[in-house]
Nanobody, 123 residues
Framework: VQLRESGGGWVEDGGSLRLSCTPS????????MSWFRQAPGKEREWVGG???????RYYADSVKGRFTISIDNTRTMFLQMDRLKPEDTAVYYC??????????????????WGHGTQVTVSS
């Protein structure tokens, strides 16, 4: 499975962006997908995740109520980011796991990763 993120860019404080994660290869093996982010000098942190059916969605407290994750029937995952803040500035990565049981925020649980897309929020 290969993952490719798109949609990053620059936005002002309070603005919105929509990221996409497009999988290719054995997409039928994907059970869970998540978004992570990594700011300069910080560890990679989990943003939120979703099951392949779209019926299970989970978010980090820092983004709850502002970010929305969705998935379509091709396993393309989206991250709608509203009311962005400067502290949301980071490289955003998508990740996928072929197992149903997952530690959502654990980077080691994800077998596949994209290369990331930069999101910059200016104050």
């Amino acid at each position: 499975v290969q993952l490719r993120e798109s949609g990053g860019g620059w936005v002002e404080d309070g603005g919105s962006l929509r990221l996409s994660c497009t999988p290719s290869g054995r997409t039928d093996t994907i059970e869970v997908m998540s978004w992570f982010r990594q700011a300069p000098g910080k560890e990679r942190e989990w943003v939120g995740g979703i099951r392949k059916t779209g019926q299970g969605r989970y978010y980090a407290d820092s983004v709850k109520g502002r970010f929305t994750i969705s998935i379509d029937n091709t396993r393309t995952m989206f991250l709608q980011m509203d009311r962005l803040k400067p502290e949301d500035t980071a490289v955003y990565y998508c990740a996928a796991c072929p197992r149903y049981a997952v530690n959502w925020s654990g980077t080691r649980d994800y077998d596949y990763w994209g290369h990331g897309t930069q999101v910059t929020v200016s104050s």
